[in-house]
């Protein structure tokens, strides 16, 4: 948290992600907006009881207030980047936040005896570098269950380690064991070292254990510093006094014993990636893309009218219904404040979404839906699109109630005509325009009608029997197209 709000301070103004396929939409002008929002989940009595786990119902909950309502996945994402939460792997939308983890140590056994050990201590320890290294590497986390507060062990390709933080003793504690020990610990070192270098001027050391023969049964060995070691080799002293046991110890084995050298392709120095390290970043990412699949395409458009008594709870059914499988529902769009809004929301339609039309007598004469209906009919993918509900008032199979709608609109228009010649000529822009607004919405009633009939539409009685349940159906597989 303390990173968010420096990082917030530093910025003073704005926050912009350019990287980030959700976020890079946004640029959130009020950085307190954001905070506060977040200290919300991390403050929150429910989610504190929980040692920090929480759930997307939870951050309903939290985030019910109108302005956070509608971003509640772009601020998930937000704390994510600021790696202050995880989703827990394999179990969808459950997410932890490690700082506020259990500061109880997990139960587990540790025997193997051949460990690979490393240690950081810190002139000044800043809080927060476990819990940062936790969400980085969270995929590898043991049964997704060992962790705490300040220490975790990870498990890959029965390989094992433990990072543990000691913040009274300002140190990070690493053993590693099994049969790619030094591979993991490359990862475990590097991605410490990204931790630290986002630090400025953080001062520390890092301590390679003694490999004398009296160290080796020490729980305590004497231990060297690395960056000490290092300028050994190039000055060419390849030994080293232990302190412990004053044998002459050999500086290179020292180093290889702790520090992974990946196999060098010709003439490449020291490539620094890893395969491991490769595949630690992959399942990081994919963690992250997983979601935003989810939140991000799942989106629905509704078009209805207020007008009638029927439609508003019929859409209230369908948001519930919907939200329950985790679709998000857009509507009241031209509650907003109408044509331009719509023409701009036309165009992040085009991304390929679904429309469902609530239509009944009064939305086929509304001038604001049958407008929307017209721009909607615009995309080539119209038929694809759009999942029509016929109220029992608007019974348009029929030719005689297709006939009323048509005879309704060429009356609106007749209107308008008449008005026109009773206004100066230079006055007429805004009504011809409607005039021919009006024509094209006379039209699509009859292009509807032809469609409708295509169309395997049922009662809203059969949709909400079902708990809309083909509706669903039909539209998350549009949606997973
Ligand atoms: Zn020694």
Redesign the pocket.
Known sequence: MLRLSSYLHDLGVCLHFQDDSTLKHYVILKPEWATTAVYKVLDNQTVKEKLGCFTKDDLKNIWQDGEYADMRDELLQLMMQFKLCYEIRDRRDNYIAPQLLSTEKAKYTWDDPHNLILRYTYTFMPKGILTRFIVETHPWIEQQKLVWKSGVVLNKDQTRAEIIENYNQREIKIRVAGNRTKELMAVITHELEKIHNSYERLQYQTLVP?N?E??KNLPI??SYSLEKLNKRLSDRRYQIE?E??Y?M?DVRRLIDNVMFQPAKADGEINPKVTPLQSELEQQREESLKHRLKDSNQKEVFISYTWRDQQSKPLVEKIEQAFQAKGIKIIRDINAIGYKEKFKEFMQRLSRGICVILVISDQYLKSENCMYELVEIAKDKDFYKRIFPIILADADIFKSIERVKYIKYWEEEIEELNKAMKEVMADNLQGIREDIDQYREIRNMIAKLTDLLRDMNTLTPDIHSESQFESLLNAIAVRLDE
Do not use: A, H, I, L
């Open positions: 003694c004398c009296t160290c060995p004497y232990c412990n046991s044998e110890v």
